[in-house]
């Protein structure tokens, strides 16, 4: 049991077909916020190390679902955000976000895109207010298979690779786990703490900079 969620009795149960919906949910629909990527994949590769899945299979729904999730996020968010952002104040969905989106990626957004991969609820805004923000979608495309080739791909062959090499892993895998959220999780946390800018211009991104609203 990790973050409320049973993982191997969960992907035992829903299969490719459930991953699949679960990775593209995560990556570009709303409802996705909470859903446990990392975790997800890289239990999803230690089970392939076991023999429950094919690895091969794996990896490339894995990164069809990241990079598909992704692109349906930014159209979504393309063709409806302007729409759905349209409070005064909120957290993720204020039309302040359609400015700042539009700034962010324009500066940032390259980057923006591999980092978001691995932090959890950003995953699944970014490729949105990306489409918000109006990136270009060919430069956005790349950034997305890139990153989804690294978390997709990356994070469940790390789990198989760990599977096969350690005696016993099972008996470490919750430990393991959280070692690998945090860790996938650093370069966003290095991004914010390398440069007091950068910290600002993201926190006003998702509208956290309380300062500047005083």
């Known amino acids: 049991m990790l ?4 993982l191997i009795n969960l992907i035992t149960t829903v299969g490719y077909v459930g991953l699949f919906i679960i990775i593209f949910s995560e990556s570009g629909l709303l409802i996705g916020l909470l859903l446990p990527g990392d975790s997800l994949l890289f239990t999803a590769g230690f089970l392939a190390s076991q023999g429950y899945l094919n690895i091969t ?3 490339v729904l894995m990164f069809v679902a990241a990079v598909s999730g992704d692109s349906f996020g930014y159209f979504f968010g393309r063709k409806i955000g302007h729409r759905i952002f349209t409070k005064e104040k909120s957290l993720l969905l204020s039309k302040d976000h359609i400015q ?9 957004g390259p980057k923006a895109i591999i980092i978001a991969r691995f932090t959890p609820v950003i995953r699944t805004l970014a490729p949105i ?4 923000g109006k990136m270009k979608y060919p430069v956005f495309l790349f950034y997305n298979m890139l990153g989804g080739l690294i978390w997709g791909v990356g994070i469940p062959i790390s789990g198989y690779y760990l599977g096969q090499s350690i005696p016993n ?3 470490f895998l919750i430990p393991i ?3 690998v959220v945090v860790l996938s999780s650093l370069p966003t946390v ?11 211009e993201i926190l006003q991104f998702f509208g956290l900079d309380w ?3 005083k």
């Not at 700042?100 to 940032?108: A, G, L």
């Open 129 to 132: 207010l990306a489409g918000v």
């Open 57 to 59: 299979t794996l990896v």
């Open 177 to 179: 786990i959280v070692v």
């Open 190 to 200: 290095i991004h914010l703490l390398k440069s007091k800018q950068h910290r600002q």
């Open 3 to 6: 973050f409320g969620f049973d």
């Open 100 to 108: 700042r989106s539009e700034r962010f990626f324009e500066k940032h």
């Open 169 to 171: 892993i099972d008996q």
């Open 211 to 213: 300062k500047s609203r």
